[in-house]
């Protein structure tokens, strides 16, 4: 198989020194919305008030059902999506202040190259362009994808499978990106002097010394968010749009393109978000995942009408010559990507010089939850009251997961897979723009696996970012 030149490697390495190098105002502490006093709210349960304003939930406290779980989910969201230009209004179409949770760390920042230690709290996944504007970097084209010095993409897969192609394509043949973020409690914990986590040597002598991995909790009792980690899917617009902007959070990106191995540059649409949060509550986290009303049809039903990201109703196939260092079969072969095939992983990869990305037909497999679907409805409701501009009235909570007995840190196991029990609900859970080919499981039954950097069973606390940590370079 041909090697490409170290252009696509170089351009990676280049972009994570860029990360550390040019910064936005340094945020010294965790961004929060000092807006406690808001009158803008909605009761979103008997006993339950969500609040419209910035200050991220610590615990959820006891979750006597899935209502209340569903509404703290809601809180999250409303806080982490608050505008850090507090002369803005939530969620207002095209604005260019970042929000709460675009102030938290990228992977790629917190965990450079050769076990090195990431640069302060508050810098930024950033590049500084010509017009010295500041632009996120986005170079996975699948969840957990980074770049291999081969030809192809190393795709490790949204969630599963493992060993298959698992970019996503949208509407207008462009593929979904990802990235992912962690909060600042997390940044604290992963490079305090004791651990320095972000090398992967610290992880394994630790926990071959016998002790685990204990991630922050969350705890209202002293003021401490805990740890945090968000991962979000964009679209990548076109020019011009053919989606309404002013129903998507929307941000400029530089892409570092699969295909080419270049950077450019591009408009992105926020499509989906999952938000996971370790408390004294819930020590084995919760869950929470929402996505954009327009990605897929609400029901499993195939409908005659309507346009949608992620799925097409006039759908035709599409047959296509992939060369065989992109094919599956790792031989010439002519594709066909059939239209009635919904949720199936693409027959081809992505990689310098090879084929293009193109639609991939989703639907979704489990219906949202009707008790996902009245706490949506009540606070979109709400959402269009207060702010009848916001484009958060069109993103909708999938689901959350979460612990009715939680099993607590000290009974955690070394080892992998972890222990969840009780856990709700009882039913698949799947964002249609992130667990795509992995819709009859949760997320859980992946992290119960995470590990920490160099693919051993040593538990990582449920958190996959700890496994991308590398050792530093031996002389």
Same mark, same amino acid.
């Not at 490409?4 to 502490?29: D, E, H, Q, W």
């Not at 006993?47 to 209502?67: E, K, R, W």
């Not at 462009?174 to 305090?192: A, G, R, S």
């Not at 949760?442 to 920490?452: E, L, P, R, W």
């Given at each position: 198989?041909?090697?490409?030149?170290?252009?696509?490697?170089?351009?990676?390495?280049?972009?994570? /020194?860029?990360?550390?190098?040019?910064?936005?105002?340094?945020?010294?502490?965790?961004?929060v919305?000092?807006?406690?006093?808001?009158?803008?709210?909605?009761?979103?349960?008997?006993?339950d008030?969500?609040?419209?304003?910035?200050?991220?939930?610590?615990?959820?406290?006891?979750?006597?059902n899935?209502?209340?779980?569903?509404?703290?989910?809601?809180?999250?969201?409303?806080?982490?999506?608050?505008?850090?230009?507090l002369?803005?209004?939530?969620?207002?179409?095209?604005?260019?202040?970042?929000?709460?949770?675009e102030?938290? #760390?990228?992977?790629?920042?917190?965990?450079?190259?050769?076990?090195?230690?990431?640069?302060?709290?508050?810098?930024?996944?950033?590049i500084?362009?010509?017009?010295?504007?500041?632009?996120?970097?986005?170079?996975?084209?699948?969840?957990?994808?980074?770049?291999?010095?081969?030809?192809?993409?190393?795709?490790?897969?949204?969630?599963?499978?493992?060993?298959a192609?698992n970019?996503?394509?949208?509407?207008?043949?462009?593929?979904?990106?990802?990235?992912?973020?962690? %909060?600042?409690?997390?940044?604290?914990?992963?490079?305090?002097?004791?651990?320095?986590?972000?090398?992967?040597?610290?992880?394994?002598?630790?926990?071959?010394?016998?002790?685990?991995?204990?991630?922050?909790?969350?705890?209202n009792?002293?003021? +401490?968010?805990?740890? #945090?980690?968000?991962?979000?899917?964009?679209?990548?617009?076109?020019?011009?749009?053919?989606?309404?902007?002013?129903?998507?959070k929307?941000?400029?990106?530089?892409?570092?393109?699969?295909?080419?191995?270049?950077?450019?540059?591009?408009?992105?649409?926020?499509?989906?978000?999952? /938000?996971?949060?370790?408390?004294?509550?819930?020590?084995?986290?919760?869950?929470a995942?929402?996505?954009h009303?327009?990605?897929?049809?609400l029901?499993?039903?195939?409908?005659?009408?309507?346009?949608?990201?992620? =799925?097409?109703?006039?759908?035709?196939?599409?047959? #296509?010559k992939?060369?065989?260092?992109?094919?599956?079969t790792k031989?010439?072969?002519t594709?066909?990507?059939?239209?009635?095939?919904?949720?199936v992983?693409?027959?081809? =990869?992505l990689?310098?010089n090879?084929?293009?990305?193109?639609?991939?037909?989703?639907?979704?497999?489990?219906?949202?939850?009707?008790?996902?679907?009245?706490?949506?409805?009540?606070?979109?409701?709400?959402?269009?009251?207060y702010?009848?501009?916001?484009?958060?009235? =069109?993103y909708?909570?999938?689901?959350?997961i979460w612990?009715?007995?939680?099993?607590?840190?000290?009974d955690q196991?070394?080892?992998?897979?972890?222990?969840? +029990?009780? #856990?709700?609900?009882? %039913?698949?859970?799947?964002?249609?723009?992130?667990?795509?080919?992995?819709?009859a499981?949760q997320?859980?039954?992946?992290?119960?696996?995470?590990?920490?950097?160099?693919?051993?069973?040593?538990?990582?606390?449920?958190?996959f970012?700890?496994?991308?940590?590398?050792?530093?370079?031996?002389?």
């Amino acid at each position: 198989m041909k090697k490409p030149s170290f252009l696509l490697v170089g351009i990676v390495l280049m972009s994570i /020194i860029l990360f550390a190098s040019f910064r936005n105002k340094k945020l010294t502490a965790e961004y929060v919305g000092y807006t406690l006093n808001s009158t803008n709210s909605c009761v979103c349960t008997t006993f339950d008030t969500i609040y419209f304003q910035g200050n991220v939930p610590h615990d959820s406290g006891v979750l006597p059902n899935q209502t209340t779980a569903n509404c703290f989910a809601w809180k999250e969201f409303i806080a982490l999506n608050w505008p850090t230009d507090l002369s803005a209004s939530f969620g207002n179409p095209n604005s260019k202040s970042l929000v709460a949770w675009e102030t938290y #760390m990228t992977k790629e920042v917190l965990l450079p190259p050769n076990g090195q230690a990431p640069p302060p709290w508050g810098s930024k996944h950033i590049i500084l362009n010509k017009s010295n504007s500041h632009k996120r970097v986005l170079m996975h084209s699948s969840k957990f994808t980074n770049f291999s010095d081969t030809i192809t993409v190393s795709e490790t897969g949204q969630a599963a499978p493992g060993n298959a192609p698992n970019w996503l394509g949208a509407h207008n043949n462009t593929n979904v990106w990802y990235e992912v973020l962690v %909060n600042k409690d997390e940044y604290d914990y992963i490079t305090d002097p004791k651990h320095q986590f972000y090398n992967a040597d610290k992880q394994l002598s630790w926990t071959q010394s016998g002790k685990q991995i204990h991630l922050p909790q969350g705890n209202n009792a002293n003021d +401490t968010i805990g740890a #945090m980690e968000i991962k979000a899917a964009w679209m990548e617009l076109s020019d011009p749009p053919t989606v309404d902007v002013d129903r998507y959070k929307t941000s400029e990106a530089i892409l570092l393109d699969p295909i080419t191995g270049k950077q450019r540059t591009a408009a992105i649409a926020l499509i989906g978000l999952h /938000i996971i949060h370790k408390t004294v509550s819930q020590p084995t986290w919760i869950w929470a995942t929402f996505e954009h009303i327009d990605n897929v049809p609400l029901s499993t039903d195939s409908p005659s009408s309507g346009s949608y990201n992620l =799925y097409d109703v006039s759908c035709t196939n599409k047959t #296509m010559k992939i060369p065989a260092a992109y094919s599956k079969t790792k031989t010439d072969t002519t594709v066909t990507i059939n239209c009635n095939d919904a949720n199936v992983s693409p027959p081809y =990869y992505l990689g310098l010089n090879g084929p293009e990305p193109t639609q991939i037909q989703v639907k979704r497999e489990t219906p949202l939850d009707p008790q996902s679907i009245n706490v949506n409805t009540t606070v979109q409701t709400a959402i269009k009251k207060y702010y009848p501009n916001s484009v958060f009235q =069109y993103y909708e909570l999938v689901d959350v997961i979460w612990s009715s007995n939680p099993t607590y840190d000290q009974d955690q196991p070394d080892k992998t897979p972890l222990k969840l +029990t009780s #856990m709700n609900p009882n %039913n698949n859970v799947a964002n249609s723009s992130m667990e795509t080919f992995a819709q009859a499981s949760q997320c859980i039954d992946c992290h119960k696996f995470a590990s920490i950097a160099g693919k051993r069973k040593n538990a990582s606390d449920f958190s996959f970012v700890l496994s991308s940590a590398t050792s530093p370079v031996q002389d």
